[in-house]
């Protein structure tokens, strides 16, 4: 199924409504112009006729509040020899001497009777809406809109009207009456009647038509601009039109013309405008993708919600149901399915290559990360990463486990007939299932198997200790010299270690002088509480007394609790529940203290009440620690090491320092 982020409006969605908008409107304008002086139709429909896609749509905008046309702001326009000058760069005056002449648009001219008689400049104004978004630099159009008929009521074939101007092209028959509408460029302000534009623009690129025909040509032009827009509905192609679908159908080409015409000028109105008129259609089919992604980009974002209030803001009370024709625009542009009950649930995806939004499958997000689900209000909304990471799941095993398909970090448990987030535990017993093995690995070799984009933790039981197990009990001489050792074998990079342990002298003892053999300074080490030997103890007196009942030391307890989960349960409970006290030491302790990517290589050290239930965890119990049912323990410098990625994901390797990992 061929099916991002942002909402730039800043207030120019309304202002250039105003400056397009049938009527030649000047939104919140304080004229006390009379009714009469604002009707479009009084001054221009014996010209144009009684066009349903024009004239209807002059009624619509003219019911805007304080609408006034600013080109008429005291009646008529001068005819004759009279002299009005609208802008500096534009006005009538001065006269011409050659059949070929160009009219140009900076320069005076006169009507003469045997030339022209009159011109009216129904698109000039001066209202303060159209400055910011009509003074274009670099324009090239210099005549946006034009009619022109004889007094005898023909077209007359003596006039060129075109985008670079007027041109006469021999002495008519009859006086010429030359109606248009110029874009003042380098500085002056205009407003353009773009609908009309658009059709007067496309009905003179049929060519020379008698004046009974041109109503005709103009209901063909508008029926091409809506065809151009794919705005199904207004073509005329099966139903006439109702002045709803008209009016929201006009407030949307707007929408999408002023957006494109305040980002890229006067060219875009070029190309537009020739491609309608030369072709009926929009010729610029890259312009015309580009144009539906940001018109998709609004939806998505926010439902076309603030381009509504921004033009409740502006003054019109009653917004027409524009929506429906701006969605119509990007999903026809972009290849989009429109939503029904059938796809409600479904994850669209832009097909077309053109398109910044362009995948080339719903499941391929090596180009647009973006997909789009249906809203209620049949627009298309952007997929939440959640659902982009469980689309494909399908159905699973209750208390599976997967990664998601898009982060690549989130995880999901299946749960009552479907996934949701994984909680902590959910998404560590993962990271243990994918990782998990029976081999202890030289602390060496992991060291220098960590990739760039990884960083370590290694949690090691302490070297070898004396007969003092108190708090202030130090390390042998063979213990200094075991951890020395170590030090040797992790020299590859040149980062130093962060160092910590517990606080226990003999555990800080080791992380010294691992820290010494490897040559670095040791002086700066972190002390942590919960990398004391009673850390999975949830009660001391519970646990004295389950040893007497088994009769057996603290070593064949803590491995029968890792193993089995004994101890844990009911009111005399010794240990707390292993998986989640563990992921609480991991995630909670551990990786809240190491959380900078810079941070690539730690090593504590701990005591074996905490190391062995930890590596049991963490190798979902591969290892053979099993000292309650005839195993071996864990031996010195021995323990875990945790490695993370640049998304957070983690992997653990049961490590040892010495030949051995047990004892």
Known sequence: MGTRKENRLAGFVWAFVCALAFGLIACGD?????????????????????????????????????????????????????????????????????VTDTIPGNQEFSTDTDWISTFEFTGVSLDKFASPFLSLEGATTSIYEAGTTDTAGFMSPLVTVNLAGVTLLGAPAQKILLLLAVDLSGGAQAEVNLFKHLQTARAFADGWVGADKFAESLDKAAADIWKAFRFAGVTGDSAEPSQESIDAATLALHVIVSHRIAEGGAAFLDSLTTGIATAGDWADSLQRISVADWVLGQD?????????????????????EFEYYLREFYRSALGLDACNAD??????????????????AVSDYSLSKE??????????????????????FGVGEAGEVRVGAFTGNLYYTYDGGKWRIATEVEKDSYFVQMSATATFTDIKDVYEGI???????????HAERGDDTSKSGSLTDNGKSQSEDVGKKLTKFSEDFLLGGSEFKRAHQTVEYIAKGRGQQYDVRDTFPQLNDDWYTFSQEANDKAKSDCNCGGW??????????????????????????????????????????AQRFVVLSSHDKVMVP??????QGKVNLKKHDGGKWLNYLAGVAIIIDELGNRRYVPVKGLDSAYM
């Open 451 to 461: 990739k760039p984009n990884e960083r370590v933790i290694f949690v090691l039981r």
């Open 30 to 98: 304080d004229s006390s112009s009379s009714p009469d002086e604002q009707s479009l139709e009084s001054s221009s429909s014996e010209w144009y006729g009684d066009v349903s896609g024009l004239s209807s749509s002059s009624r619509f905008w003219n019911n805007l509040p304080d609408t006034v046309i600013s080109a008429r702001p005291g009646g008529d326009f001068a005819k004759d020899s009279d002299t009005v000058t609208v802008l500096d760069s534009l006005a009538k005056g001065d006269s011409l001497n050659k």
């Open 300 to 320: 998505a974002a926010d439902g076309f919600a603030a381009i509504r209030a921004e033009i409740v803001a502006g003054g019109l009370a009653e917004v027409p």
């Open 556 to 597: 064949e307890l803590t491995s029968k609790y890792a193993y089995t989960g004994a101890y844990t349960s009911g009111d005399n409970a010794a240990f707390y529940a292993l998986d989640e006290r563990s992921v609480e030491l991991i995630v909670d302790v551990l990786l809240a203290k190491y959380n900078d990517p």
């Open 343 to 360: 796809n409600m649930d479904s994850a669209f995806f832009v097909g077309n290559e053109a398109s910044a939004f362009y995948a080339p």
């Open 614 to 619: 930890l590596v049991v965890y963490c190798t």
């Open 371 to 392: 997909r789009f689900v249906c809203r209620v209000d049949g627009g298309l909304a952007f997929m939440p990463d959640s659902l982009k990471d469980t689309y494909g």
